[in-house]
């Protein structure tokens, strides 16, 4: 049996013994996947729960569902192991409202780019088998291949699902919710090795780290985002730019009239439009760096290709080294909500407040 | 309305006479220096860059103009207090300031002309005095320029409340005179106005210290002084080791009297940063090399904080006026401020040993106590008035003051410029001006807004433009007086024209109160405070099952602490009965708590009621066990104060570790030696705290009292800057009592009374303190997020659960923008410093 | 570009209860500091939205201080340690993508500190002088040193 046909299963019989009520997973599509919600055991198998292919981030389809108001009906959500770090990262941003969902996660083959899919499909079960293997497949995402977290960890969501280094699949808890879950299910509990699989994720995330990193102040992020569009679609993928409108659309704030744009050019001996690219991913950078989760989906969305992904997932990382926070993986609060009265002094006065 | 005397110029008096005239009555202050601050308050001598005092000075001066209730007399001294209360005959004499410090515009042109010693201060134009008044009065233009001729004048008044400063003691004693020995004042002043820097740091020899230390005599003979003395004692060692964590850091003592709320975390968090605190018995201090040894440590350097002597003018001051003394200190009627001469009072440093905390809570209570005898107070009404909107056809007026720009050649971009000699003494012609040219956009080049900006804004309401389509630019303090070239001030005034262009018109709300408070608990000092607001409130509730007794720690002041426990009794049941006549009793406990400043809905068991303010004041239990003077529990807060208290009134033999006795107790400590045992007192907060703190949203310290009014770096007691003017940010929730901390029955009625008063302030519609900085949220943008709501340090925002939106409470919003910086989607906005505006003004100020 | 000398412009956002006042000490003391310094008033230090300090820089501006009281004092209760941690934010992301991170200074200036102010002020000038034009106003521009 398939993972994805074990996880069907698993979902009929939660369905049957009443412990759910509605399932969002991925389903496919003509050319690729969304997420789909689905209320009644007949349709599940119109699902595949792991997908080769991430389209959206899958916490920001459940923020869509209950921003406003919990869940009304009790919720299974399949998500990737970035997407369940979303998931967290967004409750503590009260974009989630996680009474009534049960998160299931798995240890993750990573996915292909949602273009490469649509010229040269694969399936989730090439994808797992290259992970049985032990080999990253050179066909997934970049940032999926520098995952810092590519398997189900502690706290985050509330049931794992161990594929690597096991020879069944095994089921996991997360969370108590996710015990008492796996009890009503009547599974037993297993257990598998991830360590190698994460590892090798970490290393290349270290060789990427040192290695993509834009450098060079102004020209090096002009080159980078040379072929920007100024089309935000990275802002709009993101599922940590939460905002129901961007600061950067506020054409009350960029509006001008002619004569500043003339007064520009003949200050900066010439100037680029529009004026606020770069400013709109430095800007960006500020408000979300902090907590970017590091799903890619970026990178994926430029239709220009440029790899955003080092300059949101190394800076995010920089960012996130300064407050100690990793987002998603546990239950600190997100250094924009916070403050402590005894810290950062290395940003006080011009050389970190000694003279 | 009444009319009250204040003497003397203390933290306590600043409060008391701002306090007054903020209650609706008339106050003349005499003060004995040529200014304020001329005589120095306790925490000026003690910790001289303590800001304290500019905003105890600020919020007087600031309530005089709002009020114009507070008349000044400065070199003044008391001379005769005739009559009886209701009808003080007071004689004094005084000598004008030669530069009228509130006329005085700082124009410096007296600098020029006469002969003037000029001390330089922040927060107004300076002071000056000027030697020779008399042939130089035509020379200010503001008319500032008086003549000193000594007067003597007689006053009616209905009260006096005295208020004479403090003196540290002398350090001769302890080894001043030897090299590197100095007072903790003038460790201090090294670092004023530079800042914590290792350059400044300097022994008597010009070399930087391996080695500094403290020394606080608590506890050696002869010792008076307050908590305060060791907080700023170790306040000041932390900084140090902050500062260079390399440095030597000892502190001597005898006594640990850090006694007030959780103050002991000073003492963990030295221990922790590697500072040598040495408990010692007896003190040597001799001269070892370059430094000095204190018993057997070298230092490099010894700071010692002196404890408080008592002046000789105190006793004459008590002798002339007929106040009665007992060790220097005045004698009041026990639990008042009230001395045995009627209508006469005292707080400060004159009624006992005052931590600033106390000054304030002092300056506070002291106006219920006093207003039994001045008649109902007239609070001036505040309105806001209704202005002409228009946000899409700006027409900006820039007016220069020629004071502030001096020749600057002005060339900006605006539809009129008007220059004036000076804009502050011509209102008249700004208003005639505005109205003739049909300016909607008002620029100010002008001096700092800390000395005629709100006048400046003020003139302009006259010609009806509101406070949000007026900008101010600094020009004198900002860039003429520091140097400053032609391009840099026409690219400060196109920035605020850039910025008036896109201001747009901010209305500031009004929210409606209940004018009722709910008291929550039964402790004594729910019911001095009911006993405070029955006088004005129409309504007080008090929320308990039951009431607490009254117990063995009256206070320091021998009045209360020699006081049988008959009288004690007799106090209480004459309190209570006072009090259960008028008040509603609920008796239950409280379930749940529903709103915010101005309306709460409180909830019990049968019934719920609603009220604009709440004060916790939920008490203590008392576990009365052995004869030790306890320190510690679980937390950061020492009990040994009631302990002390307690062993005192006992008589029995006691052991004490940190602390023996503290405040006036030290003239005659309890009878006690170093040992350990079974608490004689031990102070408990009662569950119910939990479950209070829960439904407001408040803190617990570790052992469950209420955190109120803290400060915020250390959560020690002491008086922050929450403290301020405005009582709104409290969030209309005061607490009072053993609910707070351990403390005595004397300090409850100053808690209390700070309390009642406080709430006084808030039984009418609020208009936003924000005034234009009030915050908004853009309901199209926000996002629900809640960031906004963990950035407001006054509980002003709240997601609304129904439509996932940060909501405002204008009434607790102080306009700090906070929630602005901290929105992502740029939904919460201080509309009067949007990012439309701010962009536009930077454009124009880089140029 | 011809070489002529380099007057920088440095944007100050100053909080109104302790570097504003501080400010004004200085002005009442008649302290120089170079006009170089263009001061913001604002009303507490977290009042500055990272957004503004980085905007300020691609207008133009060699340099932005943001001055606040120091920690334990903020009028708003804890305002400036809300500041510190966007300037770290904003600090971080420069130096992170190798622009000069210390074009962005954060300095703590009590109100009774006018001789402080001038100091900082004076120091601040100097170093960004030695430091030359920003090159983040040319960010987005034709102008500048050239980009290949």
């Known amino acids: 049996m398939t993972e994805n046909e074990m996880l069907k299963k698993f979902i009929k019989d939660a369905f049957e013994k009443g412990l759910i009520e509605a399932v969002m997973a991925p389903s496919a599509t003509q050319d690729s996947y969304t997420y789909a919600l689905i209320t009644k055991k007949e349709d599940v198998d119109k699902l595949t729960p792991i997908a080769p292919v991430m389209q959206w981030n899958g916490a920001d389809m459940i923020r869509r569902i209950t921003k406003l108001k919990k869940s009304e009906r009790k919720l299974l959500a399949i998500l990737r192991p970035c997407e369940s770090r979303t998931y967290k990262e967004l409750v503590k941003f009260n974009q989630i409202n996680p009474e009534n969902i049960i998160v299931l996660t798995y240890d993750c083959p990573g996915t292909v780019h949602a273009r490469n899919y649509k010229y040269e499909p694969t399936s989730s079960e090439k994808l797992i088998e290259e992970m049985k293997s032990g080999k990253i497949s050179n066909k997934i995402r970049e940032s999926c291949s520098v995952c810092e977290y590519p398997t189900p960890i502690k706290g985050v969501g509330d049931i794992g699902l161990g594929i690597v280094n096991t020879t069944e699949p095994v089921f996991f808890s997360l969370s108590d919710k996710g015990k008492e879950f796996l009890a009503g299910m009547g599974i037993n509990e297993g257990e598998r090795d991830d360590s190698s699989w994460v590892k090798l994720h970490r290393d290349n995330r270290e060789k990427w780290l040192k290695e993509e990193r834009i450098t060079g102040g102004r020209k090096g992020l002009e080159e980078f985002l040379s072929s920007c569009l100024n089309c935000h679609n990275c802002k709009d993928m993101c599922p940590i730019c939460f905002c129901k409108e961007c600061f950067f659309e506020d054409h009350s704030v960029f509006d001008y009239e002619s004569n500043k744009f003339y007064n520009w050019a003949d200050d900066k001996d010439g100037i680029r439009l529009p004026t606020d690219k770069s400013l709109f991913h430095v800007g960006r950078l500020i408000h979300m760096g902090t907590s970017c989760i590091g799903c890619g989906l970026c990178q994926q969305a430029c239709p220009m290709d440029i790899p955003l992904y080092r300059l949101f997932g190394i800076v995010g990382n920089d960012l996130q080294k300064v407050f100690n926070y990793k987002p998603g993986v546990n239950d600190d609060i997100p250094p924009v909500m916070d403050f402590r009265e005894d810290e950062l002094h290395e940003f006080e006065g011009l050389f970190g407040g000694e003279e | 309305m009444g009319k009250v005397l204040v003497y003397g110029t203390t933290l306590a008096s600043y409060r008391a006479a701002a306090n007054f005239a903020r209650a609706g009555h008339k106050v003349i202050m005499l003060n004995r220096g040529e200014f304020l601050w001329h005589k120095m308050t306790q925490m000026q001598q003690q910790q001289p860059r303590d800001i304290m005092n500019g905003y105890s000075k600020a919020i007087l001066l600031q309530t005089a103009n709002l009020t114009g209730n507070i008349e000044f007399y400065h070199n003044s001294e008391l001379i005769d207090v005739e009559g009886g209360p209701g009808n003080f005959k007071v004689k004094f004499k005084h000598r004008p300031q030669t530069v009228n410090e509130f006329k005085c515009i700082g124009c410096d042109l007296c600098h020029e002309k006469c002969d003037v010693k000029y001390i330089p201060m922040p927060l107004g134009p300076g002071m000056r005095i000027i030697k020779n008044a008399e042939e130089c009065v035509d020379v200010c233009p503001a008319k500032a320029i008086q003549i000193p001729q000594e007067k003597e004048e007689e006053v009616k008044v209905e009260a006096v409340v005295l208020s004479p400063e403090y003196i540290p003691e002398s350090i001769e004693k302890f080894g001043a005179g030897l090299k590197n020995v100095k007072t903790f004042h003038d460790f201090a002043w090294m670092f004023r106005g530079k800042g914590m820097h290792k350059e400044f740091l300097k022994t008597d020899d010009g070399e930087y210290p391996n080695s500094v230390g403290f020394f606080s005599p608590a506890g050696f003979e002869g010792y008076i002084g307050s908590y305060e003395d060791q907080t700023i004692v170790f306040r000041e060692a932390l900084a140090l080791k902050e500062m260079d964590p390399e440095l030597d850091v000892h502190i001597f003592l005898k006594e640990i009297r850090l006694y007030g709320h959780n103050q002991m975390r000073l003492y963990d968090e030295a221990v922790e940063k590697g500072i040598n605190i040495h408990m010692i018995d007896s003190i040597s201090i001799t001269q070892d090399g370059k430094g000095v040894k204190v018993n057997d440590v070298h230092v490099d350097l010894l700071a010692i904080m002196p404890g408080q002597a008592i002046p000789e003018d105190w006793v004459k001051l008590a002798k002339n006026i007929g106040v009665d003394l007992e060790h220097g200190f005045a004698k009041t009627k026990p639990f008042t401020f009230e001395t045995n001469r009627d209508g006469v009072f005292v707080i400060g440093e004159y009624y006992k040993p005052t931590g600033s905390t106390e000054a304030i809570y002092q300056g506070t209570a002291i106006v219920p106590q006093v207003e039994k005898y001045l008649g109902e107070g007239k609070p001036i009404a505040m309105e806001i008035p209704r202005f002409e909107q228009d946000d899409f056809n700006p027409k900006v007026g820039v007016f220069i003051c020629e004071c502030a720009a001096q020749g600057f050649n002005i060339d900006v971009d605006a539809d009129y410029v008007i220059k004036k000699d000076y804009l502050c003494l011509h209102p008249e012609e700004i208003v005639k001006e505005i109205k003739e040219k049909g300016i909607n956009r008002v620029v100010f080049g002008a001096c700092s807004p800390a000395l005629r900006g709100a006048m400046l804004e003020m003139t302009a309401a006259k010609a009806g433009i509101a406070p949000s389509y007026v900008e101010l630019v600094q020009l004198r303090e900002y860039a003429s007086r520091v140097g400053a070239n032609a391009r840099k001030v026409n690219a400060m005034l196109n920035a605020a024209i850039a910025k008036a262009r896109k201001d747009v018109y901010v209305d500031i709300p009004l929210t409606e109160t209940v004018k009722t408070v709910a008291i929550i608990g039964g402790d004594v000092s729910a019911l001095i405070a009911a006993d405070y607001l029955l006088e004005k409130v129409s309504l007080v509730y008090l929320i308990t099952p039951e009431f607490d007794k009254v117990f063995d720690a009256p206070g320091v002041k021998p009045e209360v602490l020699q006081m049988s426990n008959d009288e004690l009794e007799k106090w209480y049941t004459s309190l209570k009965d006072r009090v259960m006549k008028r008040a509603k009793w609920i008796k239950e406990e409280v379930e749940a708590i529903d709103g915010s400043l101005g309306n709460f809905t409180i909830k019990y068991n049968g019934g719920e009621i609603n009220a604009g303010v709440i004060i916790i004041a939920t008490g203590a239990d008392i576990e009365e066990k052995g004869t030790h003077i306890n320190s510690r529990m679980d937390g950061d807060t020492l009990h040994s104060s009631v302990s002390s208290i307690y062993a005192k009134r006992k008589g029995v033999e006691a052991t004490y570790d940190l602390m023996k006795s503290y405040s006036l107790l030290d003239l005659a400590p309890p009878n006690a030696k170093k040992g350990e045992g079974e608490p004689i007192a031990l102070v408990k907060p009662r569950e119910i705290n939990r479950k209070i703190a829960e439904m407001l949203g408040m803190k617990l310290d570790k052992e469950g009292f209420f955190y109120f009014a803290e400060e915020p770096r250390y959560g020690i007691e002491r008086a922050s800057n929450q403290f301020m003017l405005f009582e709104e940010p409290f969030g209309g929730i005061f607490v009072a009592g053993l609910a707070h901390r351990p403390m005595s029955i004397e300090e409850e009625m100053e808690e209390a009374g700070f309390a009642a008063q406080s709430s006084l302030y808030l039984m009418r519609d609020i208009i936003s303190p924000a005034g234009k900085f009030i915050s908004v949220t853009n309901p199209r943008k926000c996002a629900g997020c809640g960031i906004c709501v963990d950035a407001c340090f006054s509980g002003a925002r709240y997601i609304d659960e129904e439509d996932h939106i940060a909501k405002v409470r204008p009434a607790q919003c102080v306009g700090c923008g906070a929630c602005a910086n901290v929105c992502p989607s740029g939904a919460a906005i201080i509309r009067a410093y949007s990012p439309t505006g701010v962009f536009e003004m930077l454009k124009e100020v880089v140029k | ?148």
């Open chain 3, 1 to 148: 570009m011809t070489e002529k000398k380099f007057d920088p412009v440095i944007v100050g956002f100053f909080c109104n209860w302790c570097t504003s006042a501080a400010a004004d000490l200085a002005g009442t003391s008649r302290l120089h500091y170079p006009a170089s310094i263009r001061p913001i008033r604002v009303m507490c230090s977290s009042t500055v939205d990272p957004v503004y300090l980085v905007r300020a820089l691609q207008e133009g501006a060699d340099a932005t201080i943001l001055g606040g009281c120091h920690p334990g004092d903020c009028h708003y209760i804890t305002g400036n340690y809300k500041a510190r941690r966007r300037v770290a934010i904003v600090k971080t992301v420069l130096k992170s993508l190798g622009f000069d991170d210390t074009r962005v200074l954060l300095e703590w200036i009590s109100g009774s500190e006018g001789p402080k102010f001038a100091r900082v002020m004076n120091e601040y000038t100097d170093y960004i002088k030695k430091r030359g034009p920003s090159d983040f106003k040319y960010l987005d521009s034709l102008g500048g040193e050239k980009v290949d």
